[in-house]
């Protein structure tokens, strides 16, 4: 088995700060995603990386910027934060794209005033 | 570009009820289906998935798939509190780029 973590847990920013999530896995995955999920909702695309230093965009990417610098990690930058923005952020890894099993960390929530 | 909806948005039954959960999906070419729970306050987790046409059962779950009609669905038999979660659909092209749907919440009252 493997485990997914994300720092921090809870990220509170103010209004056009540039802010940073980090992402480990030690499943020796190749696939790293990050998704938003608005409360009570599905989850949307924002980065997905198919291998190290590989970047895609997602269906939500304006207003964010990843970085896999290293296979084991997957950070996600908010470039400036919207007021009133509040989401739950996931990371999650997969052995080879959407025919394989997803696998959560547990999120990042963000809170910004 | 693939388009998944989800139906109802949102359901609630009685403990011991059977419940169906609906995914309709756009691209043709998916060929790997999965269903993911989330239960609140936590990540979601994979419960199920199906490749081929027809039918799957495991305890309590069954999916059902029809690609002609671009569209799968969940059962859940004999219902429990426990069951109460979020249900994610996500199928799969053979492609790297995961499209959910955007959920059904079940609520099972005791």
């Known amino acids: 088995g493997g485990i997914i973590t994300q720092t921090p847990k809870f990220l509170i920013g103010q209004e056009g700060q540039k802010l940073t999530l980090k992402c480990q896995q030690n499943f020796n995955h190749d696939t790293m995603y990050w998704y938003r999920q608005d409360s009570g909702k599905g989850l949307r695309l924002i980065y997905y990386?198919?291998?190290?230093?590989?970047?895609q965009k997602g269906d939500l990417s304006e207003g964010y910027d990843a970085s896999r610098e290293k296979k084991s990690s997957f950070s996600l930058t908010v470039t400036s934060a919207q007021k009133n923005e509040m989401a739950v952020f996931l990371c999650a890894s997969s052995t080879q794209g959407n025919y394989a099993e997803q696998f959560f960390g547990p999120g990042t929530r963000l809170t910004v005033l | 570009q693939q388009n998944v909806q989800q139906s109802p948005e949102s359901l609630i039954v009685p403990e011991g009820a059977r419940t169906s959960l609906n995914c309709t999906f756009s691209?043709?070419?998916?060929?790997y289906f999965w269903w993911y729970r989330q239960h609140s306050g936590k990540a979601p987790k994979a419960l199920m998935s199906i490749f081929s046409n027809g039918e799957k059962e495991e305890g309590r779950f069954t999916i059902h798939l029809n690609k002609a009609s671009l569209h799968f669905s969940l059962h859940i038999r004999d219902s429990q509190p426990s069951d109460s979660a979020l249900y994610l659909c996500?199928?799969?092209?053979?492609?790297?780029?995961?499209?959910f749907g955007s959920g059904t919440r079940l609520l099972v009252s005791p």
């Open positions: 691209d043709s070419a998916s060929q």
């Open positions: 990386s198919i291998t190290e230093n590989d970047l």
């Open positions: 996500a199928p799969g092209t053979g492609g790297y780029k995961v499209v």
